[in-house]
């Protein structure tokens, strides 16, 4: 299967479902060799909902005035670390909007309280913080960073992703910073963000590989009504028609079946934005596809609906402890077994 630029383009215009199969069944083939039938569970801790940033996609950012803001204490995300412990998952992942309310103190004494109390490896994924920051946390015991570059096209980027001002914005440099760190490094894109090319996807799905990523995550752009881009307006669709990405399920599966045949040992999630496409079949579709972990949220309900990065997230109103039921048993259901410990990535 040759994956240069015109391949992998290809295989994202492809709508023939009998090569398709090919794709998938190559993708699923890589997977095994790769990373082995083992399905890993990330706990999702979404700890903040304050952001500095204006990303023209995400429903909080700081322009959602109406919003109510959270950001939970150190307790409450231990509870959560000891509930990762009890559902038999290896990893906690924090996720935030760019708060710098969590200081770097606190995030630091937080991976080292998790670290200390419990065998969980820890990733953050806390927007683009200063490097003295990144630094202070990976010394704290902190192993992996999630940091989506959303598109390789520079222009799209920016006018969906404005930069602080003073501070331009280039979270490619910043992955190269977290590598060097020691950070194992996880990236990805939204699909079918309005002024998306195919031609840029191929070229981002080319970026994956370079990067040498140990965390691919993809999803499609759901549109969330309080954004920018949700509202439609000036900046969207900019594109003939046949040339703009669409942010479809079947656009997901191929951009993960991709990313598994670019990057053979990366960890790939089958993401909530899957489940919430397709909440029947999304998540399994994905483990099918190329993927090879799920992230159970972990977030206390009372919080839960306020993290609304897009509208009708899956599985909002569920509970830690029946979100990791649920998940265990679609896995097995697809004859696959959970992953044990922190199921790092494995050089060969
Ligand atoms: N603040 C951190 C950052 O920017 O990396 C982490 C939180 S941010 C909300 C996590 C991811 O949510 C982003 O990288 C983006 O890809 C995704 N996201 C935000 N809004 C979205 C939307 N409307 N549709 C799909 N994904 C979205």
New binding site residues.
Partial sequence: MKLDHDGIRGWLKETDEVLLGALWAAADATRRASVGDAVHLRGLVEISNY?V?R?A????SVEHEDLVRYRMGADEVMECARQAVTLGYGTLVM????DYGLTRDFIASLVRRIKSETPLAVTL???ERPEGDLLAWREAGADRY???F?TSDPDLYELIHPSLPGRRSDRFAQLRRLREMGYEIGS?V?LGIPGQSYDSLAQDILRFGELDLDMIGV??????PE?PLGRGGPMAATLPPAEQVPATEAMTYKVVALARLVCPHANIPSTT?LATLNRAQGRELGLRRGANVVMPNLTPVKYRALYE??PAKACIGETAAECGACLTRRIEALGRGIGKGPGGRGRP
Avoid: D
Avoid at 57 to 60: A, L, P, Q, S
Avoid at 219 to 224: A, E, Q, R, T, Y
């Fill in positions: 952001c940033r990303c996609y995400c429903g909080i996720q935030a909007g760019e994924s806390l927007g999630l940091l989506r959303e990805g939204m999803g499609p752009f759901i549109p969330h954004t934005a990065i897009y």
